[in-house]
């Protein structure tokens, strides 16, 4: 599948296959499409409507309708040599700000942000409010390919005249009102087809002759060939996230749902493999146009690993989505891989390529963890096996989960933190926590421990009650008819997703500084309680003091081997902490039975994070980062990266719910293919979950950050997402260019 590389590689470059000139005309186009690109007009004409002509109906009819006609609204564009049709634009340009409208300060009593925060203000103690971010799943795109929107009426119809209560009625209700827009919003589209057709001669006018025809057979109908299943998916992308302008959620694992469309028409030729790519290509560069600024703003697909069968589940679809994201600099879609010991070698050597070469997009999930680890949190084989990739890194079984899988952080060494001080942030002084016992009571690390993780427990109560909050305020002013609809359960329930329709309704929260938790503890085990070369009140005034004047104790203290070592005591422990973090979570419930998901990652708050925690009993000083995800501490990647890599390969991560990631940030000069294959397959091989990283050299990223002119399109791997480096907050850039670069 490989030919010659591709105009945006060096001679030094993989060898992608080319993009063709459509395609690379195409790119260009949207760049400047997405750099002038018009306002959204969805909220002016949501609000319209709903203070407007259907300012007496019902809440839940008000909504649809409104929000119907906000759809029924957006602008028809077509564009220029394309062979898909339809396009919305979700994100402004940073420099254009949002529109008033006349209805803002009456739409706050139904803003459920606003609602949330009041609502959990008055019941939630302020430590610990989280939020409720909707997104980061994906749907049952099946049900409009196989069925059309055609026959998915016809079932929400029936469904309606036979409906139990009046929350399924408004439910089934909303569907329709909203699916039935969907297909005159595309009824448009052909109208405006028509009129350049009438007008066209040639070749033009075949195109656009061809083009009504496409859209007039989808969505409305089954989809027959790849090129009707990419419209009709597309289009069913557009309308669901027009409902749902959230970040996180995307197309999910696109080859396994369309891979088979295209495998048929490859076996009957109607279809190239170079026609194929092309609209590959022209897909992945209009879901970028779309949210081309908002880097962090991740619209996932997930390709390859196991299916339902336990047999690799990779096609030539898989290869196509990688081949063509990794010949653009865009940073939208994020392109995830699934592997596995199971994967063919030429699917492990493109990833490896991608990895390499592809401009620090890759993410890669490793099978033979992951679904253990769903199946180990409830998640029945044939769920786990069609999981995806919800935005930055989030785990859930594609088209069966509710969307709260982005719902907070917890500061995990933090937690520690104030369990040693008796609840004195060590940062502000001021008290954070009502805790009667500081470091000097316990007399034992065991009690000690203990005393941790009851505060973990009822942190963690404390967040499902909040997020409990936001879920019920979500489900009340901002129900997804459309999502719902596509969601497994949710029809037969006859409840929107968020209301309990949803096979599983977890919240997804991302546990941060696992292993700064970790080195801390093992450094006060070792020196309190073990070797006794400090007493647990001197440690306590040497972190009251940030170590000033207790500069022998530090040294002390940095001399323990922690985590990232290979030494197993501190690797023990290291697993010990996060078998408590994620068990003591995915034991609570949330309000419809589901449980708080572990997400070990760091997105952008690792500066924030960082810069809360005073000093720690390792001897780090206050403010000093924590490490990314599951990834040993800077410090302790100084002795390379197979040490590093070692120590983190003893953790059982078949604990983590929602996905433990890995950054392993490499110095371009050192590392190559058959080094990386080599890296990747003992990950693999030995029980690593997720690897992501960066390839790109320290001195680029300096130069960028003194002179970001000079780098619009730099793209690094931030937590989770991959961004431009010259659009990342400043506190952001330096954290990625102050991690440790491996070389050797």
């Known amino acids: 599948m490989t030919q010659a590389m591709t105009d945006t590689q060096s001679a030094a470059g993989p060898p992608f296959p080319p993009l063709s000139p459509r395609i690379r005309r195409w790119r260009e186009a949207s760049r400047e499409r997405s750099d002038c690109s018009p306002q959204p007009t969805r909220q002016h004409d949501l609000l319209a409507a709903f203070f407007g002509p259907y300012a007496d109906l019902p809440f839940p009819e008000r909504y649809a309708r409104a929000m119907a006609q906000a759809l029924e609204a957006a602008p028809v564009y077509l564009l220029e040599d394309e062979r898909l049709v339809g396009m919305t634009y979700q994100v402004c340009r940073p420099d254009v700000p949002p529109q008033p409208t006349p209805w803002d300060?009456?739409?706050?009593?139904?803003?459920?942000?606003?609602?949330?925060?009041?609502?959990?203000?008055?019941?939630?103690?302020?430590?610990?409010?989280?939020?409720?971010?909707?997104?980061?799943?994906?749907?049952?795109?099946?049900?409009?390919?196989?069925?059309?929107?055609?026959?998915?009426?016809?079932?929400?119809?029936?469904?309606?005249?036979?409906?139990?209560?009046?929350?399924?009625?408004?439910?089934?209700?909303?569907a329709i009102i909203l699916w039935q827009t969907v297909l005159?919003?595309?009824?448009?589209?052909?109208?405006?087809?028509?009129?350049?057709?009438?007008?066209?001669?040639?070749?033009?006018?075949?195109?656009?002759?061809?083009?009504?025809?496409?859209?007039?057979?989808?969505?409305?109908?089954?989809?027959?060939?790849?090129?009707?299943?990419?419209?009709?998916?597309?289009?069913?992308?557009?309308?669901?996230?027009?409902?749902?302008?959230?970040?996180?959620?995307?197309?999910?694992?696109?080859?396994?749902?369309?891979?088979?469309?295209?495998?048929?028409?490859?076996?009957?030729?109607?279809?190239?493999?170079?026609?194929?790519?092309?609209?590959?290509?022209?897909?992945?560069?209009r879901l970028h146009e779309r949210i081309a600024h908002a880097d962090g703003w991740v619209e996932a697909v997930t390709v390859g690993g196991l299916g339902p069968g336990s047999a690799p589940a990779e096609n030539t679809l898989t290869h196509l989505i990688i081949e063509c994201v990794a010949a653009m600099d865009i940073t939208h879609p994020s392109v995830y891989v699934r592997?596995?010991?199971?994967?063919?070698?030429?699917?492990?050597?493109?990833?490896?390529?991608?990895?390499?070469?592809?401009?620090?997009?890759?993410?890669?999930?490793?099978?033979?963890?992951?679904?253990?680890?769903?199946?180990?949190?409830?998640?029945?084989?044939a769920d786990a096996a069609v999981y995806m990739?919800?935005?930055?890194?989030?785990?859930?079984?594609?088209?069966?989960?509710?969307?709260?899988?982005?719902?907070?952080?917890?500061?995990?060494?933090?937690?520690?933190?104030?369990?040693?001080?008796?609840?004195?942030?060590?940062?502000?002084?001021q008290r954070r926590l009502a805790l009667d016992r500081d470091l000097a009571a316990y007399e034992s690390f065991d009690t000690l421990y203990r005393a941790f993780e009851d505060e973990l427990a009822r942190q963690y109560a404390e967040m499902v009650r909040a997020i409990d909050i936001a879920s019920a305020t979500y489900a009340e002013l901002r129900p997804c008819y459309l999502l719902s609809s596509l969601v497994d359960d949710c029809l037969d329930r006859g409840r929107e997703q968020q209301d309990g329709g949803a096979r599983y309704h977890d919240y997804g929260f991302a546990p941060l500084g696992i292993t700064t938790a970790a080195d801390a503890l093992h450094a006060l085990d070792v020196a309190v309680y073990r070797e006794r070369f400090v007493t647990a009140a001197e440690l306590l005034s040497a972190l009251r003091a940030d170590f000033a004047g207790f500069e022998a104790l530090r040294a002390r203290l940095?001399?323990?081997?922690?985590?990232?070592?290979?030494?197993?005591?501190?690797?023990?422990?290291?697993?010990?902490?996060?078998?408590?973090?994620?068990?003591?979570?995915?034991?609570?419930?949330?309000?419809?039975?589901?449980?708080?998901?572990?997400?070990v990652f760091n997105f952008v708050w690792t500066p924030g994070a960082s810069k809360a925690l005073g000093a720690r009993p390792d001897g780090s000083r206050a403010g000093e980062a924590i490490g990314h995800g599951l990834t040993p501490a800077k410090r302790a990647m100084t002795s390379g990266i197979t040490p590093a890599m070692n120590s983190c390969l003893t953790l059982d991560c078949t604990c983590v719910l929602g996905g433990a990631t890995t950054m392993w940030d490499m110095d371009p000069q050192w590392i190559d293919e058959p080094l990386l294959r080599a890296l990747l397959t003992s990950f693999l091989q030995r029980g690593g979950m997720i690897f992501q990283g960066n390839m790109t050299s320290v001195a680029d990223l300096e130069d960028a950050y003194a002179h970001p002119e000079r780098h619009p399109n730099l793209i690094v791997r931030v937590g989770g997402f991959s961004a431009r480096f010259v659009t990342l907050d400043r506190d952001v850039q330096l954290d990625v260019l102050a991690r440790h670069r491996h070389r050797g």
């Not at 520690?416 to 942030?425: K, N």
């Not at 422990?573 to 708080?596: E, H, I, K, N, Y």
């Open 339 to 381: 592997l596995s010991t199971q994967s063919s070698d030429e699917l492990l050597d493109l990833t490896v390529r991608y990895l390499l070469h592809g401009r620090n997009r890759a993410q890669v999930y490793n099978d033979d963890v992951v679904l253990p680890a769903l199946r180990r949190g409830g998640v029945p084989a």
């Open 558 to 599: 940095r001399a323990i081997p922690p985590y990232g070592h290979e030494a197993p005591e501190a690797d023990d422990l290291c697993q010990r902490v996060l078998a408590s973090v994620c068990d003591l979570a995915t034991a609570q419930r949330t309000r419809f039975g589901g449980r708080l998901k572990p997400m």
């Open 184 to 285: 005159r919003w595309n009824d448009r589209h052909i109208a405006a087809l028509r009129e350049l057709a009438a007008a066209a001669t040639g070749e033009e006018r075949s195109r656009l002759e061809g083009l009504i025809a496409l859209c007039q057979r989808v969505p409305r109908y089954p989809a027959r060939t790849f090129h009707e299943a990419l419209q009709s998916f597309y289009v069913q992308h557009l309308a669901v996230m027009f409902e749902n302008p959230y970040g996180g959620n995307g197309p999910g694992r696109m080859d396994a749902i369309l891979g088979p469309y295209l495998e048929r028409d490859l076996a009957d030729g109607r279809i190239s493999l170079d026609e194929a790519r092309d609209l590959v290509a022209e897909l992945i560069i």
């Open 389 to 429: 990739a919800g935005g930055c890194m989030e785990i859930s079984s594609q088209g069966a989960a509710c969307d709260l899988n982005f719902a907070g952080t917890l500061n995990i060494a933090k937690t520690l933190e104030l369990v040693l001080t008796g609840g004195i942030d060590l940062v502000s002084g």
């Open 105 to 174: 300060e009456q739409w706050r009593a139904y803003d459920p942000h606003l609602q949330t925060a009041q609502r959990q203000a008055e019941q939630i103690e302020p430590y610990l409010r989280v939020g409720g971010a909707p997104g980061h799943i994906g749907w049952r795109w099946d049900r409009i390919l196989e069925r059309g929107i055609a026959g998915h009426l016809a079932d929400l119809e029936a469904r309606l005249t036979s409906a139990p209560d009046a929350r399924a009625h408004a439910l089934y209700q909303g």
